[in-house]
């Protein structure tokens, strides 16, 4: 039976959607492939009907996550405040604790390192796109001027959420999110923030 493009479509979104999260859980090499397609509902021989390789999947989930964290930093509050907001939610418990639904960069930066170039450059354009957003809240008038505080926030952000969920011990992992909290609203140059 043929499916029309709109399956077809439908089918590739929720391979890629199901695969981000189990990347997410058991990185990339941790994914077999039988286990990606398991997720969701098809067998592995319906795979390279939507994608030419591991990689090309590999490529077409970081767009998409970053993609998604990208939107998620447009439906802020306008401004500084959405900054604080992105910061407090960002280094949260409930984001350290849920990998799968969390950020790709926190979760899979050392594997996209290894990853061919082409899901690098996927996740060079994602990250600008947010590192972007980022910059326009703090400097409205001149983006480009706020870009590297931006790129620098954000490297900071991603390390002290992976250092939290490294940690065994549950209150020093809670104080580095705190700290890494201040940190960021610092370097950001928010006037007022409290816990």
Do not use: W
Not at 45 to 61: C, E, I, M, P, T
Request: aromatic share 6%.
């Amino acid at each position: 039976m043929r499916y029309g493009k709109e399956h077809k479509q439908a089918t590739r979104r929720r391979i890629i959607e199901r695969a981000g999260r189990r990347f997410k859980r058991d990185g990339f090499d941790g994914s077999g492939m039988s286990t990606l397609m398991a997720d969701a509902g098809l067998t592995t021989g319906a795979f390279y009907g939507h994608f030419a390789s591991k990689d090309d999947l590999v490529a077409a989930v970081v767009a998409d996550q970053l993609g998604k964290q990208s939107e998620s930093f447009h439906s802020r509050a306008p401004g500084r405040a959405g900054l604080e907001q992105l910061v407090r939610e960002y280094l949260s418990v409930q984001q350290r604790d849920n990998r799968e639904d969390g950020c790709p960069s926190a979760a899979l930066l050392d594997e996209i390192g290894r990853c061919t170039d082409t899901a690098k450059q996927a996740y060079t354009d994602g990250m600008l796109a947010g590192i972007e957003n980022i910059a326009a809240r703090l400097a409205p008038h001149d983006p480009p001027s706020a870009r590297i505080k931006a790129l620098t926030v954000f490297a900071m952000m991603v390390g002290t959420l992976q250092l939290s969920r490294a940690l065994t011990d549950p209150r020093l992992a809670a104080d580095i999110l705190e700290q890494g909290i201040d940190n960021a609203l610092t370097l950001f140059g928010a006037d007022e923030h409290q816990r």
